[in-house]
């Protein structure tokens, strides 16, 4: 079992950058997928980034893709979201989540019914 808490959240202007933050506590963390996730307000939840394991694979939305960049470090238990020329759609409550695979690096689904642990989220406000 893994507990997961967001950071990082906050109000920019469009263009700007942030770096969301998803720390996990419990065992074997590096046996874990983890994907970031977003709900607008009044919208389901939308995937957005995964990272397999090892950290060599990865799985992104498109319109996220070259904007965005999700890299881990298990040694500090900690996934991280670069966000980067951000857009007023980007405004959202993100969210990570966490899946045991520890018999592959690869999987990294884009389905939030796959994945088991959610931290509470973090809001991200993008302004024009």
């Known amino acids: 079992q893994v507990q997961l808490v967001e950071s990082g959240g906050g109000l920019v202007q469009a263009g700007d950058s942030l770096r969301l933050s998803c720390v996990a506590s419990g065992r074997a963390f590096s046996t874990y997928t983890v994907g970031w996730f977003r709900q607008a307000q009044g919208k389901e939840h939308e995937f957005v980034a995964a990272i397999g394991w090892s950290g060599n694979i990865t799985n992104y939305e498109d319109s996220v893709k070259g904007r965005f960049t999700i890299s881990r470090d298990n040694a500090r238990n900690t996934v991280l979201l670069q966000m980067s020329h951000l857009k007023p759609d980007d405004t959202a409550v993100y969210y990570c989540?966490?899946?045991?695979?520890?018999?592959?690096?690869?999987?990294?689904?884009?389905?939030?019914?796959?994945?088991?642990?959610w931290g509470q989220g973090t809001q991200v406000t993008v302004s024009s």
């Open positions: 989540a966490a899946l045991f695979t520890p018999f592959s690096d690869a999987v990294v689904p884009t389905q939030n019914y796959a994945y088991r642990y």
